[in-house]
């Protein structure tokens, strides 16, 4: 893999690791705690709510820093290695378990009795993302375990041409 293109992907993974730190500390509490002054029925669901969302991006963090690893190990021409496997069980890992994380809140969403002012509108398109973001995790999960099984092929032919060799 081209340097310059390793270096732009691992500058791009510190922004979003910057972005996600950032909505972790400030954001995600911040608009727990509006939502809750604003709508006081919302109250006994803020902590519990902003925990998981700052899990979820914890999650997705967790990715990015096993990302970075396996830019490091493209860079040096090193990722048709067994240890990339480790790296690769890791963005596994983490998405399926912010797809669980995701499926709990839409499960919560759909069965708590939970007052939505505005005719529950806001309850709805909550329900809508958390039912997006368990998709798009279990989606992720499934192209990366195929991608990781292409990955073990790779490693595998690169290692029989290299007994050839």
Do not use: N
């Not at 998981?52 to 090193?78: D, E, I, S, T, Y």
């Amino acid at each position: 893999m081209h340097p310059i293109l390793t270096t732009l992907l691992r500058a791009a993974v510190v922004v979003v690791l910057a972005v996600g730190l950032f909505g972790q500390v400030v954001v995600i509490p911040t608009t727990a705690a509006d939502e809750a002054e604003l709508f006081p029925p919302y109250a006994p669901y803020a902590v519990p709510y902003a925990v998981l969302a700052v899990l979820g991006v914890a999650c997705v963090q967790v990715a990015l820093v096993a990302v970075w690893r396996l830019l490091g190990m493209a860079r040096h021409g090193a990722l048709f290695a067994p240890r990339a496997f480790r790296w690769v069980d890791v963005v596994i890992v983490s998405s399926v378990a912010a797809t669980v994380l995701a499926t709990g809140v839409a499960t919560h969403l759909l069965l708590a009795e939970i007052p939505s002012p505005d005719g529950g509108m806001g309850l709805e398109s909550a329900l809508a993302a958390a039912v997006t973001a368990a998709g798009a995790g279990a989606s992720f999960a499934m192209v990366t375990v195929i991608m990781r099984s292409l990955l073990r092929k790779a490693t595998e032919l690169q290692q029989e041409m290299a007994e050839v060799i």
